[in-house]
């Protein structure tokens, strides 16, 4: 199975993006970037154009839920900006993850990968319980979401490294982990909480790491680049 790093470019402009893709251009490997909501909001599918036909893989992470319906037509306008990877929420049931899939793929039968997030990481099980009436655990509602995402054909699911190994245990090591919260050893932590470094996220069974500041923040962008390639890879 591929095995990446994708270099989260949470930027709130087009220059400043393309100019932070510059860095790379004499890289021997082209990053899988990430382009989310506030990029995308911001600069439109241009930027998506753009960076693709830079030769980069991009992560369009904009988490759709709606109604079936509407998340088939969405999928299928942004199946034609030809990205690798997009997701939507799995609370949105697994009817609506169908539609999702139908809607991205194309005439051809090719699509991208399709994954879906379980419970976002800032969701404490204390919240879920007073302010969403979920009384399972979250381990219990994520292998759940993650179980629902495969039965209604998804790749894979976005989640803590640290549960990784639980969303392979219920869905199979062939289910992708995309991982953020993802920081060396010697780094800050910044707002995340769950946080394992490159090395230890490829041992628990992440697929793909999705890291951000420890790479956009970076003195050096490159090599910070290219220590998560070594460490996650090796
Ligand atoms: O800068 P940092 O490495 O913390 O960036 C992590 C990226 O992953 C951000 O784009 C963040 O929005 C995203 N993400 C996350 N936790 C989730 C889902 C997405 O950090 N549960």
Not at 20 to 47: C, Q
Not at 97 to 123: C, F, N, Y
Not at 195 to 221: H, W
Request: with cysteine; glycine share 6%; proline share 5%.
């Amino acid at each position: 199975m591929a095995k990446d790093v994708i270099i989260a470019c949470d930027f709130s402009s087009k220059e400043t993006t393309l100019e932070f893709l510059d860095k790379f251009k004499d890289s021997p490997r082209k990053p899988f970037v990430k382009i989310g909501m506030e990029l995308y909001y911001s600069a439109g599918p241009e930027i998506v154009r753009e960076i693709k036909a830079r030769g980069h893989k991009i992560f369009l992470d904009l988490k759709l839920h709606d109604i079936p319906n509407t998340v088939r037509k969405t999928m299928k306008v942004l199946s034609a900006l030809d990205v690798d990877m997009t997701n939507v929420h799995a609370a949105g049931t697994i009817d609506m993850m169908k539609a999702a899939l139908e809607g991205l793929t194309r005439p051809d039968g090719t699509r991208p990968l399709l994954i879906a997030v379980t419970q976002l990481t800032s969701t404490s099980e204390e919240r879920m319980r007073s302010e969403l009436l979920i009384n399972a655990t979250i381990g219990e509602t994520i292998a759940k979401y993650a179980s629902n995402a495969k039965e209604a054909g998804l790749d894979g699911v976005v989640c803590s490294p640290l549960e990784a190994s639980l969303v392979k245990d219920a869905c199979g090591s062939a289910f992708v982990a995309v991982t953020p919260g993802i920081r060396f050893a010697d780094s800050a932590a910044d707002d995340q909480v769950r946080i394992t470094t490159p090395a230890r996220a490829r041992e628990i069974g992440s697929d793909y790491i999705v890291v951000g500041r420890p790479i956009t923040a970076a003195e050096d962008p490159v090599a910070a680049y290219n220590r998560c390639i070594t460490e996650f890879l090796q």
